[in-house]
């Protein structure tokens, strides 16, 4: 399967630049130049009808006259005739152009209209366009410079990703400084068509990058940009700094590049879901390319500090602390080896001050010495030029035990000319080297960060429980009523049927009209009772001192009744008053009010958002935002992300609340959100929860009506595990086939299964020699979104132990109209038809994901793939290009 459809951008060996000039401040010269000056591998041409020449080289007036096949259209000709140029590329078969022209969406209706036939023209020719208003694409090591920028940096293995060609530009400057190399940099401009979910997919599987650096502003596609930063997370570090993280900026973006900004603390939560740091600024972005780019990584967050002098130590421990990192506690073979090794008059602890007077191998004692304790995950040298020391002798010392160990080590050598030289010397051998302990301290927390975010993009929770399953259908024809009577706002009652309906336990309440119906419920549910008013119109209840606790006896309830409603009447007359709702009130013995959620981020759909509740959440601002599906690692770590978690466990006289109840109620939440892409935000406040029990006391959601045409789980930013999709059937020989989905934990069931097959299966499958899947090829084949792509596997049970014996998958072409499918089945379980049932059952998933055409690439010589294909109805055709090649394909 081609995994990628915009390789030429990167790999190109035939560029033509459109609008190419010797005028001075000529866009197409500049760029012309500065292929011809970056030593291209290639071939490039100029292509303008009013030059004969261009910088000396020819200059053609089109494609026809060039007669040549090229695979990268530069075009800097003025924004009217853009769409005519894609159109030429169109027909000389063309594939990826960079159009750094301005004057589009930018510049008002006139640029929108002239973006939008930009658009048009290059999915008529199905070619993918990067731009407009972008700087372009460099690639150092294919001495590619298809940019404005003057200076191709060194070759590296960091890749630097940008919505702003100015911040490109400025950190390829900096990288010189700071001894950091890029395998490509890429300028994403407007973003009209290529954007950053395709270059993240193609980054991913890159050999030559490492480390992706991100510039992200605005985001137009939600759901490819969150697939393609996961995927590209599974298998390299991904690094991201937002701009816009205040009203000035984001006023900024909008006139900038017109995306969607969306809220900050979102965009937060969507980085550590998807396994990505996130950084705050640009210097930072580049401490952390420097100690990623090392390629050691922590396991842990306990960091032990050595330090020639005990000031820089102190500060390094503070920073660490702050950023939630531990200082290690050594072991006692550790503490052993430091107290013979040495002086008296050490530190005794972490950090560990060697004195002023430490020599060179004094660093490497203690430095092996924390490297070999189980109980370290990394550590920090520092480094005070004192009259006493040796710089780079110390360095050196750092260099050698450093590459002996897998821990990340990081090195501050403070000062100015005095280490120079040795900080040149450890960064050139992979021991990033900072300038000020506070800024090693981040760095490490970088990792850390890295390392806990991992653990978060590896989850796959499915949308619902197994265990006491909501009634969705039941909670739906709620909604349905609600809205069938015009109204978008759910009452008191009908929200807590709604909670009832997925399990979470509420209190009951009974929706009264006059003080004596207010009366007799108050008997029915037994005293004391709780009273609100219940409007559709009023956001919080308190806003007119609509809630009255603990009413403990009957003429109490017919007063408070009257005077609930006459005070509501005066102090917001136009609201609607449907009645009061009496519940019975609940124990607040050792509870803790809590509050959950649901939102709707306008670029990330539902978010969960869960923290202190009651009258003050608004004050404290003490919340943990999640993306749906959460599961019990994502929820226990929201939990731990509170400030009220310190108030969950036991203090005083009140024992620890119930947290695996907290954690069912937040498991149903997402349950909700999941099935229900008619709820709009939804608020349970409080939330009350002691040793014994958490409880639902009051409710609120907002609902509207679905999107016309979306898919299952359309509204959210992360597909959720799509258990509806398995599957179980008889084979012919009595056997019991599954068909399920691929989950990231059938990495090893995946191996084994390509393991097994024959030499020709496997050449017929990746159409190469291979023996076993790569580590980066296993990671993309088992850790997909479910949304771009879909992988279905079929399995046995052997001795009580799962087998795969076929797989079947697609994945989307760019225009989300057609995908590219790919199956192969167990050499030793043919003839049983699984093939069939397989590509059944991806043809339905494809179908109903709105795909238009199902298509795919055989080998000539797969005679049993092409009569399988065949037999569901595909056209076969020969490859005009490779005629050891069938194109098949079929319309869904």
């Excluded at 410079?145 to 070759?155: F, I, M, T, Y």
């Excluded at 009832?500 to 336990?505: L, M």
């Excluded at 010589?861 to 194109?887: C, H, T, W, Y």
Aim: glycine share 8%; aromatic share 6%.
């Amino acid at each position: 399967m081609r995994l990628s459809d915009i390789d030429q951008l990167f790999t190109a060996s035939a560029v033509a630049v459109f609008g190419a000039s010797d005028s001075a401040g000529s866009i197409g010269g500049m760029v012309f130049r500065n292929l011809l000056a970056g030593g291209f591998k290639g071939h490039c041409y100029a292509i303008n009808p009013k030059y004969d020449q261009v910088a000396d080289e020819p200059c053609y007036p089109n494609l026809k006259a060039l007669d040549r096949q090229i695979d990268l259209a530069l075009i800097a000709a003025p924004a009217e005739a853009v769409p005519a140029i894609l159109d030429q590329c169109g027909g000389y078969g063309v594939k990826v152009a960079v159009v750094h022209s301005a004057g589009f969406g930018e510049h008002g209706e006139r640029g929108k209209v002239l973006q939008e036939k930009m658009v048009e023209a290059a999915r008529r020719n199905r070619i993918r366009v990067l731009g407009p208003n972008c700087l372009g694409v460099m690639r150092p090591q294919h001495g590619l410079n298809a940019s404005v920028g003057q200076d191709l940096p060194h070759p590296g293995n960091v890749a630097l990703v940008s919505q702003s060609g100015a911040i490109c530009t400025a950190m390829i400057d900096w990288s010189e400084r700071r001894k950091v190399g890029f395998s490509a940099v890429v300028s994403l401009g407007a973003a009209a068509d290529v954007d950053f979910g395709d270059i993240l997919d193609y980054l991913a599987l890159d050999t030559q990058t490492q480390c992706i650096l991100l510039y992200v502003e605005g985001i137009r596609h939600a759901r490819h940009f969150m697939s393609g930063l996961r995927a590209a997370a599974r298998l390299k570090p991904v690094i991201v700094v937002k701009a816009g993280r205040h009203p000035a900026g984001t006023r900024a973006i909008k006139s900038h590049t017109g995306g969607f900004v969306g809220s900050p603390d979102v965009f937060r939560a969507v980085t550590e879901r998807a396994g990505v740091v996130q950084v705050s600024d640009l210097d930072q972005l580049f401490a952390a390319a420097q100690v990623f780019g090392t390629r050691r990584r922590l396991a842990g967050d306990r960091i032990a500090i050595i330090t020639n002098g005990g000031g820089p130590g102190v500060l390094a421990a503070d920073r660490m602390v702050e950023l939630g990192l531990t200082l290690a506690q050594f072991s006692d073979a550790t503490r052993q080896t430091l107290e013979q090794g040495l002086p008296g008059y050490w530190s005794h602890g972490n950090p560990i001050d060697i004195i002023g007077d430490a020599p060179p191998e004094r660093y490497r004692l203690a430095l092996n010495a924390c490297l070999a304790d189980d109980e370290v995950d990394g550590v920090l040298c520092i480094l005070s030029p004192l009259v006493f020391g040796d710089p780079v002798a110390t360095a050196n010392q750092v260099i050698e035990a450093a590459k002996a160990s897998r821990k990340p080590v990081l090195a501050c050598w403070m000062g100015g000319k005095r280490v120079v030289e040795a900080q040149a010397l450890l960064s050139a051998n992979d021991v990033p080297q900072f300038e000020s302990p506070e800024a090693a301290a981040e760095a490490f927390s970088f990792l850390a960060t890295h390392h806990r975010n991992q653990k978060l993009l590896m989850q796959s929770p499915a949308p619902l429980s197994y265990e006491d399953p909501p009634d969705v259908e039941g909670a739906r024809l709620i909604i349905e009523g609600v809205m069938a009577e015009g109204r978008k706002t759910l009452g008191t009652v009908e929200a807590k049927a709604i909670l009832s309906a997925f399990r979470i336990p509420t209190m009951q309440a009974v929706l009264t009209r006059t003080p004596n119906e207010a009366l007799m419920a108050a008997e029915v549910l037994g005293f004391p009772v709780v009273m609100k008013i219940n409007s559709p119109d009023l956001e919080h209840k308190s806003d007119v001192d609509g809630v009255r606790l603990n009413i403990d006896d009957a003429l109490s309830v017919r007063r408070i009744f009257t005077e609930i409603v006459d005070r509501a009447k005066r102090l917001r007359p136009e609201a609607r008053l449907e009645g009061i709702t009496v519940e019975h009130m609940a124990s607040t013995r050792a509870a803790r009010e809590l509050m959950v959620t649901v939102f709707r981020d306008k670029i990330f759909g539902p978010v969960i958002s869960f923290g202190a509740g009651g009258t003050q959440e608004e004050v404290l601002e003490d919340r943990a935002l999640g993306l749906p599906p959460l599961n019990a690692f994502i929820i226990e770590t929201m939990i731990d992300h509170t400030r009220i978690v310190r108030l969950m466990g036991a203090f005083q006289h009140m024992p620890p609340m119930n947290r695996v109840a907290l954690a069912k109620i937040l498991q149903r939440v997402s349950e909700m959100v999941c099935e229900l892409p008619e709820i709009i935000r939804m608020d349970i406040n409080p939330l009350i929860g002691n040793d014994k029990e958490v409880i639902a006391v009051d409710a609120r959601i907002h609902v509207d009506y679905r999107p016309p045409q979306q898919p299952t789980y359309g509204h959210m930013a992360i597909h959720p595990y799509p258990s509806h999709l398995i599957e179980r059937a008889q084979l012919p020989d009595g056997r019991d086939l599954v068909i399920r989905p691929i989950r990231p934990e059938d990495a090893e069931l995946e191996q084994d299964f390509v393991r097994g097959l024959s030499e020709q299966t496997k050449y017929f499958r990746f159409m190469q020699a291979i023996k076993e899947l790569s580590p980066e090829m296993l990671v993309r084949f088992t850790q997909i979104d479910y949304d771009r792509e879909m992988a279905l596997i079929g399995v046995v049970e052997n001795d009580g132990v799962e087998v795969e014996v076929g797989v079947a998958r697609y994945m989307s072409r760019p225009g989300g109209e057609d995908c590219e499918f790919a199956i192969v089945v167990s050499d030793t379980w043919r003839n049983l038809g699984i093939g069939a049932r397989l590509m059944r059952s991806l043809m339905q998933n494809a179908r109903s994901r709105g795909f238009r055409v199902m298509d795919g690439e055989v080998l000539t010589a797969n005679n049993r793939m092409l009569a399988l294909v065949k037999s569901l109805g595909f056209r076969i055709e020969s490859d005009p290009q490779d005629l050891a090649i069938k194109l098949v394909s079929k319309v869904l």
